[in-house]
């Protein structure tokens, strides 16, 4: 390798850590295999949801900014055409008789959001926490449950393109939330009511 190229390298780093660095999360996800749960389901996503944003600057690395919202969307939307009997995005949070028709309304929220660089973690790893809350509501508005849901992922870093490695780290801590979501909701809506719990064979006498 040649001093000059050596060098440009060098020169290259600083500039590198002061770019801004913006990325729109992709909406793709695949759908789970599994036997939809008996339930007719109403999906409300707020406006703070559905438009969620991370900003952050780091020290001496750059300008983050993360649009989140649409794939929180996609994400829920595609695991629900799967999960339940039906699914149903609605405007607004439906009471009374236009709620009749639904076994229970949910309503996810972005808790937290967290990532953690090469420069701050002495890695080559990007990594990606999200930490979403589903609520979920009877027919008639109580509030049955507030599930918390904590996803991770990384992604080895690129050198000159910081973006996509945190792209790909945030899709796969999407893609660890749908898992989770697909894989114990059942239980979840167990124990809070949404659905009855499962028979077990009576002891042989």
Not at 7 to 32: H, N, W, Y
Not at 109 to 123: C, D, I, M, W, Y
Not at 164 to 193: C, P, W, Y
Request: a negative charge; aromatic letters at 10%.
């Amino acid at each position: 390798m040649s001093r000059h190229f050596i060098r440009s390298v060098t020169l290259l780093l600083p500039l590198l850590a002061g770019c801004d660095q913006a990325l729109i999360v992709p909406t793709t996800f695949p759908e789970p295999v599994v036997e939809p749960l008996p339930l007719d389901i109403a999906l409300h996503f707020t406006e703070e949801f559905a438009n969620y944003r991370y900003r952050e600057n780091v020290p001496g690395d750059a300008k983050w900014d993360i649009e989140l919202g649409k794939a929180n969307v996609a994400l829920f939307e595609s695991v629900s055409r799967r999960l339940f009997r039906s699914a149903t995005r609605v405007d607004s949070r439906p009471s009374g008789a236009a709620a009749a028709g639904y076994s229970a309304i949910i309503e996810p929220t972005v808790a937290a959001f967290e990532f953690s660089l090469p420069s701050q973690s002495a890695t080559d790893q990007y990594s990606v926490w999200i930490r979403y809350t589903v609520k979920v509501f009877r027919p008639d508005g109580t509030e049955l449950t507030a599930w918390n849901i904590s996803a991770y992922g990384e992604s080895d870093s690129t050198l000159l393109r910081p973006a996509r490695s945190m792209e790909q780290a945030t899709i796969l801590a999407l893609r660890d939330a749908a898992a989770m979501l697909t894989v114990n909701f059942a239980n979840e809506a167990r124990a809070r009511g949404v659905m009855p719990m499962e028979k077990t064979d009576a002891p042989a006498p």
